[in-house]
């Protein structure tokens, strides 16, 4: 559901007034959906283990085109989220971008292009396909999608974090395009 107004957040309302897409959140939805969750993608640069690091490897290329940096001086590094998910992933993000800092020409500030985009909705459709009872949940799904995590004292969002969500609403409103 694709909406302007955020919705009472906190794990005590996930799943009530939203669904939080975090493989902390309260949903088997939500953390199915998480970027960090297994699941076998086959895309152009080969097959990876998780949207997490699909994402990541589609990012730190495109890094690399914004810098004038050839792909190859990285791809021995970016290879690794081939086959990686869970909490895996996110530590691996971090080794990574420590290793592709040591080369002072690549800018790691990059933001995802439109195409980049796509090509995470078409790995979002796959995922959703490759586990119909989470298809069809999805598809019926009526709360809005976020992203945050919590601490013991605090909530953590930023609207960085909401590029994701929108990308799982995008393909869900193609899916029911499709299926409905």
Same mark, same amino acid.
């Given at each position: 559901?694709?909406?302007?107004?955020?919705?009472?957040?906190?794990?005590?309302?996930?799943?009530?007034?939203?669904? *939080?897409?975090?493989?902390?959140?309260?949903?088997?939805?939500?953390?199915?959906?998480?970027?960090? $969750?297994?699941?076998?993608?086959?895309?152009?640069?080969?097959?990876?283990?998780?949207?997490?690091?699909?994402?990541?490897?589609?990012?730190?290329?495109? *890094? *690399?085109?914004?810098?004038?940096?050839?792909?190859?001086?990285?791809?021995?590094?970016?290879?690794?989220?081939?086959?990686?998910?869970?909490?895996? $992933?996110?530590?691996?993000?971090?080794?990574?971008? $420590?290793?592709?800092?040591?080369?002072?020409?690549? !800018?790691?500030?990059?933001?995802?292009?439109?195409?980049?985009?796509? *090509?995470?909705?078409?790995? !979002? !459709?796959?995922?959703?396909?490759?586990?119909?009872?989470?298809?069809?949940?999805?598809?019926?799904?009526?709360?809005?999608?976020?992203?945050?995590?919590?601490?013991?004292?605090?909530?953590?969002?930023?609207?960085?974090?909401?590029?994701?969500?929108?990308?799982?609403?995008? $393909?869900?409103?193609?899916?029911?395009?499709?299926?409905?």
């Amino acid at each position: 559901m694709l909406t302007n107004s955020m919705p009472k957040l906190g794990q005590q309302f996930d799943g009530e007034t939203h669904l *939080c897409i975090n493989m902390n959140g309260l949903t088997p939805l939500g953390r199915f959906l998480a970027t960090p $969750a297994y699941v076998l993608l086959n895309t152009e640069y080969g097959d990876f283990e998780s949207i997490e690091g699909y994402y990541r490897y589609l990012l730190y290329r495109e *890094c *690399c085109k914004i810098s004038g940096v050839d792909v190859t001086e990285i791809l021995s590094s970016i290879d690794q989220f081939k086959t990686t998910s869970g909490l895996a $992933a996110v530590k691996l993000n971090a080794t990574i971008k $420590a290793q592709l800092r040591k080369i002072d020409r690549l !800018i790691l500030q990059c933001e995802p292009t439109d195409e980049i985009a796509l *090509c995470i909705q078409r790995a !979002i !459709i796959q995922k959703l396909k490759s586990n119909t009872q989470f298809m069809g949940a999805a598809l019926e799904n009526q709360l809005p999608l976020v992203n945050y995590y919590a601490t013991k004292d605090r909530l953590v969002t930023d609207e960085r974090f909401q590029w994701y969500p929108k990308q799982v609403e995008n $393909a869900i409103y193609l899916m029911r395009e499709l299926y409905q």
